[in-house]
């Protein structure tokens, strides 16, 4: 499984949200967005959490 964790590009964000300065971290499970962050701990934290279930799965088909 790829799971990645990106910061967002100021393009794909309101003008808004960049002019108040807000940041988002995106994770992706195989190129889809699963979640949306404004800290990026929390989306590591996250990716951690994905990957973890990920491999829980895999031993218990194995």
Do not use: C, P
């Amino acid at each position: 499984m790829t799971v990645k964790v990106t910061e967002r590009d100021d393009s794909h964000m309101s003008h808004e949200g960049v002019a108040a300065g807000v940041r988002i971290w995106d994770v992706h499970q195989q190129d889809l967005l699963v979640g949306m962050f404004h800290n990026e701990i929390d989306a590591h934290n996250y990716k951690a959490e994905l990957e973890l279930q990920e491999q829980k799965r895999e031993m218990s088909a194995g």
